[in-house]
């Protein structure tokens, strides 16, 4: 079992930043690969980013590629999102989740096992 506490959502200007963080229990984070997904209201839940468990190979998606960063520490049990150059596109509900292996990455919703609660992005105009 891992429970996943994402934290660092908020409201940012157009062109600002934000850095997502997603807090994880459990002694297995290390094994997990993770993932950052995103939903916009009416919208489904649509990949953002990921990222293996040693954290050598990552993956994103066209829409964020060149603008956001994923990370992770698996000594902290902590996964991260660097956000830049956000633009309105950008608002929605975000969300971090666990899944995979080490053999595997996913990128769709279906394949991942544990999911945060999810925290809000806003970005004005």
């Known amino acids: 079992q891992v429970r996943l506490v994402e934290s660092g959502g908020g409201l940012v200007q157009a062109g600002g930043s934000l850095r997502l963080s997603c807090a994880a229990s459990?002694?297995?984070?290390?094994?997990?690969?993770m993932g950052w997904f995103r939903q916009a209201p009416g919208k489904e839940r649509e990949f953002v980013a990921a990222?293996?468990?040693?954290?050598?190979?990552?993956y994103y998606a066209d829409s964020v590629k060149g603008r956001f960063l994923i990370s992770r520490q698996n000594a902290k049990n902590t996964v991260y999102l660097q956000m830049n150059s956000l633009n309105p596109e950008d608002t929605a509900a975000y969300y971090c989740?666990?899944?995979?292996?080490?053999?595997?990455?996913?990128?769709?919703?279906?394949?991942?096992?544990?999911w945060g609660q999810g925290t809000q992005v806003t970005v004005s105009s």
């Open positions: 989740a666990a899944g995979g292996g080490s053999w595997y990455v996913p990128r769709a919703p279906a394949e991942y096992n544990y």
């Open positions: 990222i293996s468990t040693s954290g050598g190979s990552t």
């Open positions: 459990g002694r297995t984070f290390s094994s997990y690969a």
